[in-house]
C-alpha cells in the first residue's frame, strides 16, 4: 500500500522559513518522480519543484533561488526547503508521486500540510 504522508507546515511570517516533509512508504524513488505542488484558495493546483528519479530538479519561476527540494533515500522521504516565505506562497502544499516512463501504476498523492505565510 502507498502512502504520502506530509508534514511541517504552519504558520510562519513573511521572510521565514519552514521545511515541508513528505515521508513515502509503498513506492521507490528509483522509479518515481517526485513533486511538491500547492494549492491556494479559488486556485489551481500547481507544481512546485520536482525531482527526478536521477535527481534532477526543477522548480517554478516563482520560487527558483527561495525553495530546494531534496530526498533521503534510506529515509524514504522527500522535502522542501522554503526561504524567504511570501505571503503569495500561502496554500495547502501536497507531495506527489508519479511513475516514471516504462513503470506501470498510477501517480499518488498525500493528503497536504497547510502553509500559512502572513505579511
Known amino acids: 500500500q502507498v502512502q504520502l504522508v506530509e508534514s511541517g507546515g504552519g504558520l510562519v511570517q513573511a521572510g521565514g522559513s519552514l521545511r515541508l516533509s513528505c515521508a513515502a512508504s509503498?513506492?521507490?524513488?528509483?522509479?518515481?518522480?517526485m513533486g511538491w505542488y500547492r494549492q491556494a484558495p479559488g486556485k489551481q493546483r500547481e507544481l512546485v519543484a520536482g525531482?527526478?528519479?536521477?535527481?534532477?530538479?526543477n522548480y517554478a519561476d516563482s520560487v527558483k533561488g527561495r525553495f530546494t527540494i531534496s530526498r533521503d533515500s534510506a529515509k524514504n522521504t522527500v522535502y522542501l526547503q522554503m526561504n524567504s516565505l511570501k505571503p503569495e506562497d500561502t496554500a495547502v502544499y501536497y507531495c506527489?508521486?508519479?511513475?516514471?516512463?516504462?513503470?506501470?501504476?498510477?501517480?499518488?498523492w498525500g493528503q497536504g500540510t497547510q502553509v500559512t505565510v502572513s505579511s
Open positions: 509503498g513506492i521507490s524513488f528509483r522509479f518515481n518522480t
Open positions: 506527489k508521486a508519479d511513475p516514471v516512463v516504462g513503470i506501470l501504476g498510477p501517480a499518488y
Open positions: 525531482i527526478t528519479s536521477g535527481g534532477s530538479t
